[in-house]
């Protein structure tokens, strides 16, 4: 049965477009003509070279040097865009610079408000890039913070990247051990860090945590402290230590290092199932195209927008976030729990700064859904003219609820991509209609395909979303990964030369897409992934447990379901008070969105011959395919430790 459609855009829409206007460009100024967005599409990722050619034409990159060659190698992975090429991300965002309208807006859970214009925004990113070069800052070396999303993370990350240093973040509701997991795998020479942070109303401080950072990272020849939780935190508790008023005075002229197309902006982290995260590494001009042409033209954002796309620093949403800065628009942020003191927050927020675009995950939306928020009756959204989410599938009863409650009139955006490559795969185009439970097309410059197991394109069928052309943000590499070993095995093993994302995708015959959730064993807790070795390490530190499984049971239209399995140490019962000891971990170690929704005793977690936890078969088990399909009893070590998942599975489906 075809979907519903539930949007139309009108005529003035369609002519207001940025992919309007950037299609008619291409008719002026290439002479090309497409019959639609589907044309446009199979241009893009068929003519690689002129369509990424034509981003960079099209949004006028500032380069201190041209490029060479477009694309001098087309293959995955290895791919060379833009040899020659010397920029900054820095310079593409201050060319918007404008005293007609503020950069950022700030609010936070505790009350807290801020503006800042591009002039106040621009002198303290370059009196914070100054500091850092006096701290012996330069390309290539990197700078970390323990930043929630506030606006001098904004600063930081830009006064980073303007030297040709590397940035990476973590959100201070990341515990220690996952922090360490990370950073430490970079060696960074700098660390930023708050004091501590407001989270539901309560306040949680993070100075033993920052001493415990420094003590795990004797790379770090310099903590910048910002007393965010306590105005008064004193950063002599702390080995050499600087405040962070002291970094951002003074009246510097921002000068951007220009640095090679390919040369490393951040590194950002998406974790496996085995190891410690992947320590990601994208490239400068990469991030610059992909986030222009995904903000711009998929998004249709631009100068007179007001960009709201909720997110902590640890998601690569916070990346997006901040790329609206690259239009020229006003970032709105906020920084608190978004149901906190109910889920009309966010909502609030919108109205009070006057949203005109507004994501979250879709976690979210469901949540409001089941708990009854009314946005129009808490706030003027009259302003809203563009709803997003991504981090997991919306389900049908999610557009339904936010056309129902939010607006007829919005256009409804969801799009789904990664932090592997910082974009999207799937995603918006305001000059298409709207239709129930699918996303509206494939990106431009995106070649991406539903695969059987066989390496077979699929129509109208569900299989491994896959891409099957390289694009410009595509991971630089790993850092300290020899060989490229863990970037293969992370993207290319199942079909070599082709990039395998890990999710399930049904590419539908008018050109949508529905995503089905992840094919794999990853964690994706509101948009939010984590491996699951991470939670092993964090539950199996424990005394009393031996052993541990973990699935996640996100799936189209059903809410997201965690179960954590445990095999405890004989003579040990799992009662309610272990549990909350257990749950209790995991929130210190990794985050709160991690902690799992029920805990189970379990004998024996199912293992292969090689010892390897049999995730991914026990996922699709209780997601209701029939044991004797998932997993081959021959191919493992302790084959009757099914029995009991089995018996799980059939009472789970029973309801």
């Known amino acids: 049965m075809d979907a519903e459609k539930i949007w139309e855009p009108t005529e003035a829409i369609k002519r207001g477009a940025r992919i309007t206007a950037y299609t008619e460009w291409l008719e002026r100024q290439r002479g090309l003509r497409f019959s639609g967005y589907d044309d446009l599409w199979r241009w893009s990722v068929t003519d690689l070279e002129a369509f990424w050619a034509s981003i960079w034409d099209y949004f006028d990159i500032k380069a201190a040097a041209p490029y060479q060659r477009v694309l001098a190698e087309r293959r995955m992975p290895g791919a060379q865009w833009f040899a020659g090429a010397r920029l900054n991300y820095v310079d593409q965002i201050f060319r918007h610079k404008t005293a007609a309208r503020p950069a950022i807006v700030f609010r936070n859970e505790a009350g807290e408000r801020a503006e800042m214009g591009w002039d106040e925004l621009e002198r303290q990113v370059a009196a914070l890039a100054a500091s850092l070069r006096g701290m012996g800052v ?87 402290l910002l007393p965010y939780l306590d105005p008064a935190a004193d950063p002599r508790r702390f080995p050499n230590a600087v405040a962070w008023e002291s970094v951002v005075q003074g009246t510097s002229a921002l000068t951007a290092e220009p640095v090679p197309f390919d040369h490393p902006l951040w590194v950002v982290y998406s974790s496996g199932t085995t190891g410690v995260p992947k320590p990601i590494v994208h490239g400068q001009g ?112 999610g557009y339904r609820w936010i056309y129902d409650h939010v607006g007829k009139d919005v256009w409804l955006n969801p799009i789904s991509g990664g932090t592997d490559f910082a974009g999207a795969f799937v995603g918006g185009v305001i000059t298409l209609p709207v239709y129930l439970g699918e996303m509206q097309a494939r990106c431009l410059g995106a070649k991406v395909e539903a695969y059987d197991d066989s390496g077979k394109p699929l129509s109208d069928e569900v299989g491994e979303l896959v891409c099957a052309e390289p694009m410009p943000s595509m991971p630089l590499y ?166 009991w998942f089995a018996r799980f599975a059939e009472q789970r489906a029973a309801g």
Not at 146 to 167: E, K
Not at 173 to 202: H, N, S
Not at 324 to 345: E, F, K, Q, S
Not at 563 to 568: C, G, R, T
């Open 138 to 224: 330069g390309p290539g070396d990197r700078v970390v913070a323990y930043l929630p999303n506030i606006p001098q993370a904004v600063v930081a990350f830009f006064a980073t990247a303007s030297l040709g240093a590397v940035w990476s973040v973590c959100s201070p509701d990341m515990g220690q051990v996952a922090v360490l997991d990370r950073f430490r795998q970079i060696a960074p020479k700098v660390l930023i860090a708050v004091d501590g942070y407001r989270w539901g109303g309560k306040a949680y401080d993070r100075g033993e945590v920052v001493l415990e950072l420094l003590g795990g990272l004797p790379s770090v020849e310099k903590l910048v």
């Open 286 to 397: 990469g991030i610059v195209l992909e986030h222009l042409k995904l903000t711009a033209l998929h998004n249709d954002i631009g100068p007179e927008d007001r960009f709201h796309w909720f997110s902590s620093t640890g998601w690569v949403m916070w990346n997006l976030q901040v790329a609206g800065l690259l239009v020229g628009a006003t970032i709105c942020i906020y920084d608190g729990n978004p149901a906190w003191p109910d889920y009309h927050a966010l909502w609030r927020f919108a109205g009070e700064v006057q949203t005109s675009f507004f994501g979250a995950g879709a976690a979210f939306y469901t949540s409001c859904l089941k708990t009854g928020v009314e946005p129009t009756q808490v706030a003027d959204l009259s302003r809203l003219r563009a709803v997003g989410s991504t981090g997991s599938p919306l389900p049908p009863e």
């Open 478 to 643: 790993f850092w300290n990964d020899p060989g490229n070993k863990r970037y293969l095995e992370s993207y290319f093993d199942t079909y070599p030369g082709v990039w395998r994302h890990g999710d399930w995708i049904r590419i539908t015959p008018r050109g949508g897409a529905v995503i089905y959730g992840r094919s794999d064993s990853t964690i994706n807790r509101h948009g939010v992934r984590m491996g699951t070795s991470e939670l092993y390490r964090a539950v199996e530190d424990m005394d009393e447990v031996l052993d541990s499984l973990v699935v996640d049971l996100e799936y189209l239209g059903r809410e997201s379901y965690m179960p954590l399995f445990v095999v405890l140490r004989p003579g040990t019962e799992l009662t309610e008070a272990l549990k909350a000891r257990i749950k209790e971990r995991i929130r210190a170690a990794m985050s709160p969105r991690h902690v799992p929704n029920d805990v189970f005793h379990v004998s024996e977690i199912p293992r292969t011959l090689s010892g390897k936890k049999l995730e991914v078969p026990i996922k699709k088990l209780l997601l209701g395919q029939a044991l004797e399909k998932v997993v081959n009893p021959d191919s493992m070590a302790n084959p009757g430790s099914l029995d």
